[in-house]
């Protein structure tokens, strides 16, 4: 089976300060996203990669950076939280051929800012 | 562009009672579509998908889906529910560029 790991299930953070949230998959697959999820707004695109050293904007980026240094790993950088980035953070992969296989998720973290 | 709409957002039923969750997609040419469950507080998980072929999809816990292109829609269905099955449904259609676009979910709720 497909795994998608990310490291944190819940995570509180204080305001202003640098938070990283991790990804790793184990299935070679070359395409990785990063989803923010929130009450009546759906699941939301916040940036996604389509090989090591790539990475493209989604819908909402304001605020988030990424870096994949290794096909396995994409991370998601909050620069400086802020109480408005509380959510729940979604991971996913799939390879190249997304259409045929659909997207595997991660468990999610749960990031409250304070 | 590829979307999708949920027509409802929440759907209460009652335990063993049949269940039909709506979503309808817009239209184009080539067609791929997705079902996803989410339980609380756990990432989505892949109920189902409908790539080509016979329009009626069987997935994972007796749900199963029909492709109807004439009305462009592809709606969940279930004989009997569990309680088990209370959970968040989204309805998802693959885009260009190996993006697929989720729905906004339908909360099932099931009560004994």
């Known amino acids: 089976d497909v795994k998608v790991t990310q490291s944190s299930r819940y995570l509180v953070k204080r305001t202003g300060e640098k938070v990283f949230l991790e990804c790793v998959q184990d299935?070679?697959?070359?395409?990785m996203f990063w989803y923010r999820q929130d009450p009546g707004l759906g699941l939301r695109l916040i940036y996604f990669s389509y090989d090591v050293k790539m990475k493209e904007k989604g819908d909402i980026p304001e605020g988030y950076s990424v870096s994949r240094e290794k096909k396995e790993r994409f991370s998601l950088i909050l620069e400086s939280a802020s109480t408005n980035q509380t959510s729940m953070y979604l991971c996913?992969?799939?390879?190249?051929?997304?259409?045929?296989?659909?997207?595997?998720f991660g468990s999610g973290t749960r990031l409250t800012v304070v | 562009a590829q979307s999708v709409t949920q027509l409802d957002s929440q759907v209460p039923v009652f335990e063993e009672a049949p269940v039909e969750l709506r979503c309808n997609y817009s239209?184009?040419?080539?067609?791929?579509l997705f079902w996803y469950v989410q339980y609380p507080n756990q990432g989505l998980q892949l109920l189902l998908k409908?790539?080509?072929?016979?329009?009626l999809v069987k997935g994972i816990n007796g749900f199963e889906a029909e492709f109807n292109k004439s009305q462009t829609s592809f709606h969940l269905r279930k004989p009997s529910v569990h309680i088990s099955d209370t959970a968040e449904y989204f309805c998802a259609v693959y885009s260009s560029a190996s993006k697929i676009i989720f729905g906004s979910g339908t909360r099932l709720s099931i009560r004994p």
């Open positions: 299935m070679d697959h070359e395409n």
């Open positions: 239209s184009s040419v080539s067609v791929y």
């Open positions: 996913a992969s799939s390879p190249t051929d997304s259409y045929n296989y659909g997207y595997t």
């Open positions: 409908y790539l080509s072929g016979s329009t």
